[in-house]
């Protein structure tokens, strides 16, 4: 089963995009919604029921959205707060024919700038995710496999973790078509900022010390040498840890995830 998770869809890869598409390795962070990732997906919700003026939204709470949320409230047989509450979000997502907020959150990069992001199901979200670093090896164009090597942080397995993450297909496909080697997939509970990165900015994912378990995916050869990884906290948006601690090396395949 743990074999089903992780050895990427190279053959979408390779799918020649009807759009220029640029080489460089995707930077992909699926991580827990903060408050402002709620406030932007309400916002969105609002606008498409017609209560706010459709814009890029920032996560913001300013008059506009005040304004909205109480008509909402009033349309709804809510008491006109217009204070943004769990019950609030419950109730737009009702309304909105949405079922249940999500709790996590796909942002996808690329040379530093926004491609796209995409709310994302949890499986038991009251246990911490972890922190986990996936990245994608060498493969070719037509290769129907990708071997991932895996760096768990913080937290349980790296297979683990994947188990977890409930991605859409048309996201997934999204991803594939863009997907090369070096592209790396971080999982982690705790990140700043994610939602509203500049240009020029690369995701930041905070996890406590601990003791690093490496593993590459796609290869059976069994137990390797250890390496050392520092224990700190971590910043992969833009230096990777350097040695401390020898975790073990575990190389195994992962056929059919993430993308």
Same mark, same amino acid.
């Given at each position: 089963?743990?074999?089903?998770?992780?050895?990427? &869809?190279?053959?979408?890869?390779?799918?020649?995009?009807?759009?220029?598409?640029? !080489? #460089?390795?995707?930077?992909?962070? =699926?991580?827990?919604?903060?408050?402002?990732?709620?406030? @932007?997906? =309400?916002? +969105?919700?609002?606008?498409?029921?017609?209560?706010?003026?459709?814009?890029?939204?920032?996560?913001?709470?300013?008059?506009?959205?005040?304004? #909205?949320?109480?008509?909402?409230?009033? #349309? !709804?047989?809510?008491?006109?707060? &217009? #204070?943004?509450?769990?019950?609030?979000?419950?109730? =737009?997502?009702?309304?909105?024919?949405? $079922?249940?907020?999500?709790? $996590?959150?796909?942002?996808?990069?690329?040379?530093?700038?926004?491609?796209?992001?995409?709310?994302?199901?949890?499986? +038991?979200?009251?246990?911490?995710?972890?922190?986990?670093?996936?990245?994608?090896?060498?493969?070719?164009?037509?290769?129907?496999?990708?071997?991932?090597?895996?760096?768990?942080? /913080?937290? &349980?397995?790296?297979?683990?973790?994947?188990?977890?993450?409930?991605?859409?297909?048309?996201?997934? /496909?999204? @991803?594939?078509?863009?997907?090369?080697?070096?592209?790396?997939? @971080? @999982?982690?509970?705790?990140?700043? +900022?994610?939602?509203?990165?500049?240009? &020029?900015?690369?995701?930041?994912?905070?996890?406590?010390?601990?003791?690093?378990?490496?593993?590459?995916?796609?290869?059976?050869? $069994?137990? /390797?040498?250890?390496?050392? =990884?520092?224990?700190?906290?971590? +910043?992969?948006?833009?230096?990777?840890?350097?040695?401390?601690? /020898?975790?073990?090396?575990?190389?195994?395949?992962?056929?059919?995830?993430?993308?």
């Amino acid at each position: 089963m743990v074999a089903a998770k992780l050895t990427a &869809g190279a053959s979408a890869a390779a799918i020649q995009a009807a759009e220029p598409r640029s !080489n #460089a390795p995707l930077r992909i962070l =699926v991580t827990r919604r903060t408050q402002r990732d709620h406030i @932007i997906a =309400v916002q +969105n919700i609002l606008a498409d029921l017609g209560y706010l003026d459709r814009q890029e939204f920032d996560g913001t709470f300013g008059k506009p959205t005040v304004t #909205a949320i109480k008509a909402f409230q009033k #349309a !709804n047989g809510m008491q006109e707060t &217009g #204070a943004f509450t769990d019950e609030l979000v419950k109730k =737009v997502y009702e309304v909105a024919g949405k $079922g249940e907020p999500p709790l $996590g959150h796909i942002y996808v990069r690329q040379e530093f700038s926004r491609l796209f992001d995409a709310p994302v199901g949890l499986r +038991n979200p009251d246990e911490p995710l972890g922190t986990h670093v996936y990245t994608a090896l060498k493969f070719s164009p037509g290769d129907t496999k990708t071997r991932w090597m895996a760096v768990t942080v /913080q937290g &349980g397995s790296a297979e683990s973790a994947l188990d977890r993450i409930e991605i859409s297909d048309d996201i997934r /496909q999204r @991803i594939s078509e863009r997907l090369t080697p070096g592209s790396t997939l @971080i @999982i982690g509970d705790t990140s700043i +900022n994610a939602a509203t990165l500049p240009k &020029g900015g690369d995701f930041v994912v905070l996890a406590k010390g601990s003791s690093p378990k490496t593993f590459s995916a796609g290869d059976d050869s $069994g137990d /390797q040498p250890k390496r050392k =990884v520092r224990r700190y906290n971590y +910043n992969y948006g833009y230096s990777y840890p350097r040695p401390f601690h /020898q975790p073990q090396r575990i190389y195994r395949s992962f056929p059919g995830w993430p993308f």
